[in-house]
C-alpha cells in the first residue's frame, strides 16, 4: 500500500488532451492535495505532450483499446466512442491505492478531494437512463486483478453501448441496488445537457455543483465562444446546442489563462497550427465568473435573429431541435418559469 491517491483522466487526440489541460488546471486551481495522473495514446502531439506535463505529475503512455461496436455505438450516435475501452486500462495504475478517474470533457468547479473517501465503485447517476451510473466520474482501485476480469469481460460480452461506460454497469451491477454510499450525488458529475431538462432542479441546486461535464458530442474545443456578443461562431458541423454558456465560459477563460500560455510555449511560441482554436481565442474579459454556476440568467443570451411562430419554434422543441443558445436560451426559458410559478 503506498497511500497515493490520484485524479486520472484520457486524451487520445488534442482535443480530449486539451479538455485534460483544463482538466487538470481546474483540479490544481481548487488546491486538490492529490497526484494528478493522465493516459495519453500516441496520436497525442508532442505540443500538447508537453503542455500535459507542465500540468499533470504523471503523463503515461496507453495502448488505444477499441471496441470497435459501430452498431451500438450508433445507437448512441457516437460512433467515435469505441477508443473509450482504453478507459479500462486506468485499473493498471497499481502504484496508486486508490483513484478518481475523469472524463478529459470535465471540469473541477471546486476541491472535491472528498471523493476519495468514497469506496470503489462509486459514480453518479447517467442524466439519460438513472439507474446505470455515468462513467465521466468514477472512484475506484487499480489492480492487475480488476483489470483482467474487466478485458475478459469486454471480449466474451462486449458493450452494450459500445463504450466504457456499458461495460462498467455490466460489470458493477449492483450499483443501482447494493449500496447508496457508492452513488456519488449528481453534483459531482453535473452534465450540462440535463441542465436543460430539469431546469427547475438546476435552478435549485445548480449552484453547489462541483464538477460539470461536457457530455455529448459538442465539446467546448469544437467551439469558438465570443464572450462580448455571447455566441458561438463557427459552429461545428452537426452543431447540437445544449452546453451551458455559462459553464462554456468558464471553460474557456480558464483554457485562455492557463492552458494557452503552455500551449504557446511547447510550440516555440508564434504560428500555433493554423486553423486551431488559439488562432481565433475567445475575448474574455478578466472580471468574468469563471466557474461559479449561476442560477441567475446569463446576462449574455442572445436572441434568435431569425423570428420565428410559437407553433414553429414547439415544434422544433419537440423535435428535439432546442435553440439553446437563443430563444430558448436558459434565460428565456427561466423568465417563462418564473412568470408561470409567480
Ligand atoms: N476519449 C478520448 N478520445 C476519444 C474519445 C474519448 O480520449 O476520441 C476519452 C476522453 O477522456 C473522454 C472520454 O474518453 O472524455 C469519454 O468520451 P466522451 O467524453 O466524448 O463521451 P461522452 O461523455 O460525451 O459520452
Ligand atoms: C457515456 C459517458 C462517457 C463514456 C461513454 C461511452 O455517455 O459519459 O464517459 O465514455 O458514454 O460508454
Ligand atoms: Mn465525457
Redesign the pocket.
Known amino acids: 500500500m503506498s497511500g497515493e491517491e490520484a485524479f486520472v483522466?484520457?486524451?487520445?487526440?488534442d482535443?480530449?488532451?486539451k479538455?485534460?489541460m483544463v482538466l487538470g488546471c481546474s483540479l490544481r486551481e481548487h488546491g486538490t492535495t492529490r497526484k494528478l495522473v493522465v493516459l495519453v495514446?500516441p496520436h497525442v502531439t508532442e505540443t500538447c505532450g508537453q503542455a500535459l506535463r507542465s500540468i499533470f505529475d504523471e503523463v503515461s503512455p496507453v495502448d488505444v483499446l477499441d471496441s470497435g461496436d459501430s452498431a451500438r455505438l450508433a445507437l448512441?450516435q457516437?460512433p467515435?466512442?469505441g477508443?473509450?475501452f482504453?478507459?479500462l486500462h486506468c485499473w493498471t495504475l497499481t502504484r496508486y491505492d486508490k483513484c478518481v478517474f475523469?472524463?478529459?470533457?470535465?471540469m473541477a468547479l471546486s476541491n472535491i478531494d472528498e471523493l476519495f473517501e468514497r469506496e470503489e465503485l462509486s459514480a453518479a447517476p447517467d442524466p439519460g437512463w438513472p439507474d446505470c451510473f455515468?462513467?465521466?466520474v468514477f472512484v475506484y482501485r487499480p489492480s492487475v486483478e480488476t483489470h483482467e476480469k474487466l478485458l475478459t469481460f469486454c471480449t466474451e460480452n462486449g458493450s452494450f453501448d459500445g463504450?466504457?461506460?456499458g461495460v462498467l454497469n455490466s460489470f458493477f451491477n449492483t450499483w443501482a441496488t447494493a449500496d447508496i454510499s457508492k452513488h456519488l450525488p449528481f453534483l459531482y458529475n453535473l452534465?450540462s445537457i440535463a441542465i436543460y431538462s430539469y431546469l427547475p432542479a438546476f435552478k435549485h441546486y445548480g449552484r453547489d455543483a462541483k464538477v460539470v461535464?461536457?457530455?455529448?458530442?459538442n465539446?467546448p474545443w469544437s467551439y469558438n465562444y465570443d464572450t462580448q456578443s455571447g455566441k458561438m461562431v463557427d459552429l461545428p458541423e452537426g452543431h447540437q446546442p445544449g452546453l451551458h454558456p455559462d459553464y462554456l465560459r468558464g471553460w474557456w477563460r480558464l483554457y485562455a489563462k492557463s492552458v494557452m500560455p503552455l500551449l504557446r510555449r511547447a510550440n516555440g511560441d508564434e504560428d500555433f497550427p493554423s486553423g486551431s482554436v488559439e488562432e481565433r481565442s475567445p475575448d474574455i474579459p478578466e472580471d468574468e465568473t469563471t466557474s461559479s454556476p449561476s442560477a441567475d440568467p446569463p446576462s449574455h443570451a442572445s436572441p434568435n435573429p431569425r423570428p420565428m411562430s410559437s407553433e414553429e419554434r414547439k415544434q422544433r422543441w419537440e423535435a428535439g431541435q432546442m435553440d439553446y443558445l437563443g430563444d430558448d436560451s436558459f434565460a428565456n426559458i427561466e423568465r417563462k418559469l418564473d412568470s408561470f410559478l409567480k
Open positions: 483522466t484520457l486524451a487520445t487526440t482535443g480530449y488532451a479538455g485534460a495514446g448512441m457516437r467515435d466512442l477508443v473509450t482504453t478507459k475523469m472524463d478529459a470533457d470535465t455515468n462513467s465521466g463504450g466504457d461506460q452534465s461535464h461536457f457530455l455529448g458530442k465539446k
